[in-house]
């Protein structure tokens, strides 16, 4: 099921018009948030028995000093024995209206609010010091409350965001909270999906408080999932291989036949009717032994790839090109036959990216039924940006380039990013073990595969991701995110799929 995503600046128009169009005032919203906030720290069972609750000066502090007041009633109801303090950690005094008031009735309740609070001795710290609206990094005394917070054995809940985290690039602001759980408000913000921002979220929980998202209608959707993000192509008892696609797969230097191999096992994998091997005479015997249900295509030279690549091409139903292709001469005439020849989606990966990179004439044979697979090198050289400047807005540069090529950009990294120049898909699905050599040739083999069998270019895309990481962490768990190889991906696509359909 997709959820949508939201920005800092969406999150507060929402906030606004479910107050000023649905009638909801913001304090009734602010101790919405904070029962709910309390709700899951009794549900994670978490010990409360020395509680600090650590609230800056805005809104997001007005939920801590909620939280306070609201947990300790919950204590009593229950009978536990708890001790429940706040410390007011809002820049030079400053704080808003609504966090006064909450404050001021946290103090009338009897919950006492100190002046150094006792991190060391604390089970249980509450993070509202900042919120999504964190603009500039922290330094000085917050700096040095949050280096204690991170020290302590505490368990730390964070109120919607871990405070140091941008909401909008998950950027560590300077220093950031590190927190075991973050109760989110409403919708998950971008930061919280994006690392560095998604490790220091620890267990992350959306939680509803009536917030309307109407204000939002019409406008680019970010979205994410915890399962499938598209449904998988029906199969009927009466189809035959033609009814789920061929797949052509063009790659493979001489020498290079285990890009090839990984490419067209995961496709087969997923689902693919029939896989082609368009590569080098030299790789044959190996592909033949490695994977003999695929039809293989061989060349030799300049001739043969101007008389067999071009019909091939033609009469595939998604093709890829890149895994292994090398960047010589003769990789370049293959790039520039297949862009020239190929009439169905094709995934563009690797070397053929770096030589795109090298020959941007090559952009203009790219039609908008194109996914390129590049991980951050690769995007780097493709837009002439600094790799910390792509990961800085990861949002905006796939989704920027997606619109400025007209391509489907699943731009690769701990947290994929997927982007259509409209709609950006955050998959979040795998784990460490994917940075292994002939991770990537098993996911272009997963979109190709699904693309092939007619599924929209945009959905096979994030659900091709989707499986791939899938299939990474269920391999992991029997190897080791250390031992897992690229064909553990994707001999392990099938119980992807068994679990997500």
Known sequence: MLEEILTSEQMKRCDLYTMEEKGIPSRTLMERAAEAVVCEILNEHLDISRVSVLCGGGNNGGDGFAIARFLAQRARERGIDSSIVTFFAGVNGR???????????????????????????????????????????????IAALIERI??????????????????????????????????????????????????????????????ETEALYG?????????????????????????????????????????????????????AGLVRIFTSEKNRIILQTLIPEAVLITY?????????????ARSSDSLV???????????????????????????????ALNLISENEVLWKYIGKNTVITPHMGEMSRLTG????????????????????????????????????GNRVYICKSGCSALSKGGSGDVLTGIIASLAAQKTDI???SCTGAFLHGKAGTIASEKLTEYSLLARDIAENISNAILESI
């Not at 808003?96 to 060391?120: M, T």
């Not at 399962?227 to 790659?251: C, H, Q, T, W, Y």
């Not at 090109?321 to 094709?346: D, Q, R, W, Y």
């Not at 790799?387 to 800085?392: M, T, V």
């Open 95 to 141: 704080e808003s209206e609504e966090c006064a008031y909450q404050r001021k009735k946290a103090l009338s309740s009897g919950i006492p609010e100190v002046s150094n609070p006792d991190i060391e001795a604390s089970t249980l710290i509450v993070d509202a010091i900042f919120g999504i609206g964190l603009k500039g990094n922290i330094e000085g005394d």
């Open 150 to 211: 991170n020290e302590s054995s505490a368990k730390v809940v964070s109120v919607d965001i871990p405070s140091g985290i941008d909401a909008d690039t998950g950027a560590v602001m300077g220093i950031a909270v590190e927190a075991d759980i973050t109760v989110t408000i409403a919708r998950k913000k971008i930061g919280q999906l994006l690392y560095p921002g998604a490790e220091k979220c620890g267990k992350l929980i959306k939680v509803d408080i009536g917030i």
């Open 385 to 420: 940006k600094s790799i910390a400047s792509l990961k800085s807005n990861a949002i905006e540069s796939a989704l920027s380039f997606a619109m400025e090529k007209g391509v489907i950009c699943c731009m690769k990294d701990a947290a994929s990013v997927i982007s259509d």
């Open 300 to 312: 030799s030279t300049e001739e043969d790839i101007k008389a067999l690549l071009p019909e091939a």
């Open 458 to 460: 945009f959905e096979a």
């Open 219 to 271: 406008e680019s959707t970010v979205f994410s999932s915890e399962e499938i993000p598209f449904p998988m192509l029906r199969r009927s008892p009466s189809s035959n291989k033609g009814d789920f696609g061929k797949v052509l797969i063009v790659a493979g230097a001489e020498n290079m036949a285990g890009a090839a191999y990984l490419s067209a096992l995961a496709a087969y994998r997923s689902g």
């Open 321 to 351: 090109i890149g895994p292994g292709l090398s960047k010589s001469s003769m990789a370049s005439l293959i790039l520039e036959t297949v862009l020239k020849s190929a009439v169905c989606p094709l995934i563009i990966d690797a070397d």
